[in-house]
């Protein structure tokens, strides 16, 4: 992911107002929460709900859904482990420039890959980058099954699935653990907490 681009003669442009200006602007810290974790595991039903509750409390905040992101952005991959690469470099960068302009942007990717995660981390400043491990147990994304993938992924009908057919490499630290097995209020306002938004 820190490979050089092939165009040449390119040079970086530098703006007079800095990201922590951007910040300043909005009246908050800006950062990226990356939601990392299994199919099912509730993910972007969390996402969006922080979302909300930043919205509430008048933090600029943005969700980015991996299968948003897959129609359109990220549309021409699949998920072989070279496209599943590819597909969180470009959602990185994507998130480093939400995160520069002053916002707290959230993603929701199951990013199975602990290389691909770091290397996003790797992009932004110190302590901008927050990593929530949604460690849900696979026997309950399973049972939850929302869009019918397990089933069909134990059918043999998915090949490379998360979890079944496919790695996944949990987080060793991340900023934060959440299983949506408890409420998901409870999930929200542990990572409101760590956010240093609080839930009042």
């Known amino acids: 992911m ?3 681009p092939v165009s040449q003669n390119i040079v970086r442009a530098e703006g007079r107002v800095s ?6 602007n909005f009246g908050h810290e800006s950062k990226t929460v990356w939601f990392t974790g299994l ?5 972007s039903t969390l996402a969006f709900a922080v979302e909300e509750a930043l919205i509430e409390r008048g933090v600029a905040a ?21 496209d599943r690469t590819e597909n969180i470099r470009r959602i990185g960068e994507v998130c480093r ?6 916002l ?23 302590g901008a980058f927050c990593e929530v491990f949604v460690d849900t147990p696979l026997e309950v994304c399973e049972a939850r099954d929302v869009k019918g993938l397990y089933a069909k992924a134990r059918a043999g009908e ?17 900023e934060i653990r959440v299983d949506t097995s408890r409420p998901l209020e409870t999930c929200v306002a542990d990572i409101l907490d760590t956010l240093g938004v609080g839930t009042s």
């Open 2 to 4: 820190a490979d050089e």
């Open 19 to 24: 990201g922590s200006d951007r910040a300043q």
């Open 39 to 43: 199919s099912g595991s509730g993910k």
């Open 62 to 82: 943005y969700v980015l859904d991996g299968d948003n992101i897959r129609f359109g952005l990220n549309r021409d991959l699949g998920f072989a482990p070279e």
């Open 97 to 102: 420039l939400f995160q520069d302009a002053g």
């Open 104 to 126: 707290i942007v959230l993603t929701a990717f199951v990013s199975p890959y602990r290389a691909d995660r770091d290397a996003v981390r790797a992009l932004h400043p110190d």
């Open 158 to 174: 998915i090949p490379e699935f998360t979890g079944i057919s496919a790695p996944y490499e949990p987080p060793e630290e991340p």
